[in-house]
């Protein structure tokens, strides 16, 4: 009887894959007259009797499609993609080779300068870089940068997305950073892929998207020079690049030097502690100082044989800084003194990075990546009263070291992309406190994933599956240990050319910096004070988002609304609680945090010249600390002018005042203008930069038996003006080189934010 039902069953499957292959198709390649693959290509088939549409597909990656049909008969086939002549064929079935598309000059003389997201599938956008929209700015983070999809800070020059998510940023495949980004021109870019809901791949690190850089092939590139400086002329500020890199037909060789420098005078810091004993400090600024550098040096040679590709890479980092400054102090039943704050910090490191890649014949191809960092960074903190009655001293040296290794397989399934990968990391960390106390810290993280897309007509989807496990080695040499299991679901629907619905959800992890897993201390005032917590573990939480996107045939009008639901079992969030007499802020668990989130962001294109891009981010946050029952509501919005004509630029951005929370603290982002104005000529570009932001931030806090304020003042640094310089070279022609698949970092210097000096 089970042997019967057991021929049943394989007669029906056989049955069902007899049907299926006998299903015909229509398939091909679209490229352009370069034959370059074009990806994002809308293939829609059409009754030739009646003209009614009846299936549709989106051209892959290599440029390739396929639609299934029920019967061998007269089709239309029509190719459309923005910039470019639609194409019109007449087909029966099977593979109709090549079809090669041409640039329509007119249409991207048209097309926003704010670039138009051209096709959705799965979680991803495809956005194209216009004729206009490649002039913005120096390079591909200034044009990237004045997206509608994307914001720039002013502060840092770090890419976000328009609701206020970090941004994990690739330059094909390779990770990469925003400061790598001005190291490429914006006309070298081929299109940008956007993941709003970071693949499985990256599910396991604090981010919040991912966007992906794809570049053209060229070979002009034998000598190159790359220039880029922006330096202050009312204050101490600069940005400054140089690149210099050669490539021939087997290898590439690249040196890098980045230095990022502030010196800020004048700044003040007014600042008030109320305790429950009504003791009632109160800090009136006086002229204080920031200087700080930030140095990167970066050597690459890369080998390109055949199907093998090898990659090392040397970076050596620095990052030395130092605060400092004065408030007259009002202590309650003693006389007016004097308060001192003087905080320093150092950091400095040294990264090897090797990659070996090998292409098989049918196109798949697996990769190996292996990063080693050692790291060295301290932090000395000094509060004192010139009256001497009291004083703090707070020391802090770290060395550190890791291991970071991860395995990727990609190849072609079912015709769609999948990925499978592992990921091991490995950090210690030792650190002694005040020259007396030692503490040791060891973190392992195991990390497997899969991620596979596909596509069926004007549906597409991303299923994404991970398992991790965290093991922490802590201070009290207790051993923790975190698993949790990651799976990740996104549907797509391309409603028309013109719009696209998108669902995704997904079950996320943060862990914790090495840093605060320590319990080192920073003095605040007499009886306050931030220090971390070796009881910290990894949490984990689930986040869904339903979003809808809009772009105008004519290129007037994109719109993008959202809306997000996260939930959190627990949260690490920083509380205020009481230690004897002192009060002590730290970051602990809090229970079921619910967090809901809108966000709509626009541009609008009335004149060849004039670009409008607003936005308006909500975020209802409810959670219950210890102190008390927290209801927040965050409103963040701006918007971006930009002024367009030949070869003048004038970009302007408003960006208004907005409320975080983060458990029982909440910091207060001023307003804040930045404007840039630009002149390009050549291989060179002239600008004026000015940024105008007086009051940066206010934290404050407020419960039964503690409230304070910390307010920050910005003097020569309120009114910035910088001059910007950029000149690009190169010479010759070579073989174009490949690029990396993989590529990996470590960013935890062992220090807080509480003791660097910013």
Known sequence: MNYNKILLIVAMLLASFIKI????????????????????????????????KIA???????????????????????????????????????????????????????????????????????????????????????????????????????????????????????????????????????????????????????????IDVETKKTNNKLYSLYLDTKNGVTTGYGTDVLSLSYRDSLNMVTATYFVDYRSLNKNIMDNSYLYDNQLNNDYKGMSGSYKGQYHIGQFVYQRYQGKNLFNAK??????????????????????????????????????????????????????????????????????????????????????????????????????????????????????????????????????????????VGLFSYDIGLGLENNRYKLVTNEVANYTVFRPMATFNFQLSKCGSMRLSSSIKSSVPDIGSLTDSKVAVDEHFYRQGNSTLTPYHYSQTE??????????????????????????????????????????????????????????????????????????????????????????????????????WELIVNNNFPMTNVDGDIYEKMGYNITSSLQYKYKAMSFGLEYIHNPNPSRMYANTNYFSYSEETKWGNFKNLVALKFVYYFTKGKSRHQASKQISNSDNDSGLTKYNTAK
């Open 56 to 210: 549709g597909a989106i051209t892959k990656k290599d440029g390739s499609f396929r639609i299934p049909i029920n019967e061998k008969k007269k089709y239309l086939l029509n190719f459309s993609f923005i910039g470019f002549k639609e194409v019109q064929r007449t087909v029966m079935g099977g593979n109709i080779g090549i079809i090669k598309m041409k640039e329509d000059e007119h249409q991207l003389q048209q097309i926003t300068v704010t670039s138009k997201t051209l096709h959705t599938f799965g979680n991803t956008d495809v956005i194209l870089l216009n004729k206009n929209s490649k002039n913005i700015g120096n390079n591909a983070l200034d044009a990237i940068g004045s997206l509608p999809q994307f914001r720039l800070s002013a502060t840092d020059n770090e890419l976000r997305s328009v609701d206020g998510k970090t941004i994990l940023v690739l330059v094909n495949g390779i990770r990469s950073s925003s400061r790598d980004l001005m190291l490429l021109k914006s006309k070298d870019i081929k299109n940008i892929h956007y993941y709003s809901n970071p693949p499985a791949r990256f599910a396991h690190e604090n981010i919040g998207a991912v």
């Open 21 to 52: 292959s006998a299903q015909d198709y229509i398939s091909g390649t679209v490229t352009d007259v370069k034959d370059i693959p074009l990806e994002g290509v809308t293939c829609m088939l059409i009754s030739a009797k009646d003209s009614v």
């Open 314 to 455: 040397l970076e050596y980092r620095k990052s030395p800084g130092t605060q400092k400054y004065s408030q007259s102090l009002n202590l309650a039943n003693r006389d007016e003194t004097t308060n001192d704050r003087k905080l320093t910090s150092d950091m400095s490191s040294i990264s090897t990075d090797l990659y070996y890649g090998h292409t098989f014949v049918r196109g798949n191809n697996l990769s190996v990546n292996v990063l080693n960092t050692f790291y060295t960074s301290k932090s000395d903190n000094m509060l004192e009263s010139t009256s001497s009655s009291y004083s703090f001293k707070n020391n802090i040296n770290n060395k550190s070291y890791s291991l970071i290794a991860e395995l990727l397989y990609a190849d072609k399934l079912w015709k769609g992309n999948l990925q499978l990968g592992a990921y091991y990391q490995f950090k210690n960390l030792k650190q002694t406190n005040s020259d007396v106390d030692v503490s040791r810290i060891n973190t392992q993280k195991q990390y497997v994933y899969m991620d596979y897309n596909n596509q």
């Open 546 to 647: 339903l979003s809808f996107q809009y772009a105008s045939n004519n290129g007037v009008w994109y719109i993008k609304p959202s809306i997000s639901y996260s939930y959190y079992p627990y949260m690490n969030m920083s509380i205020l609680t009481k230690d004897g007499e002192d009060i002590v802020c730290r970051t602990m668990k809090v229970d079921d945090a619910n967090v809901y989130g809108a966000s709509l962001s626009l541009s609008f294109h009335p004149l060849s010249w004039l670009t409008l891009q607003p936005y308006y981010n909500y975020q209802f946050s409810r959670y219950d600390t210890p102190n008390q029952r927290t209801k927040h509501s965050l409103n963040n919005f701006g918007i971006s002018s930009q002024f367009v004509k030949g070869k």
